[in-house]
């Protein structure tokens, strides 16, 4: 059931991208939102590597750890340029409820959780910096989330062949 909940979420989130990239987004939401969900995916990651005995596993939590940690450091980094303050990340409710999911799992389950999880977090992910480097209006920023999506658009691929 879970399954098909997933896949009905995923098949919906082209129609929302679209939906989403056509309005530009302000770049405090934009600095807020890649904020937000690169500091999920480092917690997520954290709780599966402590759990997780699937090696393919391990190796992509431990890449979502560090290229996420780069992302944010870049966003910062533009926000700084564009003459920003950017605020340290925080995660929001969704992404508080998905790692209290994670920790309350099992191991066995955590790990397909966990994959289930990302790939959700990675559409929306690829949405806000796709929609961002295509709409943005703060050119540090633009570039900066141009630089990301190909990060993103990877890990998506290597979360389909798990």
Known sequence: MSKILGAM???ALPVVA???????MPASTYVMKAGAGDLYERKSSEVVLGSTKNPKLKSFAQ???SDHTTSTAEVKAAAM???MT???PMLDAKQSHNIAAL????????????ITQQKAAHQQALMVQQGYAMNGTVAPLKTAAAKIV?????????????
């Open 18 to 24: 679209s939906a989403q990239m056509a309005a530009p």
């Open 86 to 88: 950017p605020k340290p």
């Open 81 to 83: 340029q564009a003459g």
């Open 150 to 162: 190909p990060v993103v658009q990877q890990h998506i691929q290597e979360l389909d062949s798990m």
């Open 103 to 114: 920790k309350a799992a099992g191991p066995m389950k955590r790990d397909a959780l966990y």
């Open 9 to 11: 979420v995923l098949a």
């Open 63 to 65: 890449i979502m750890i």
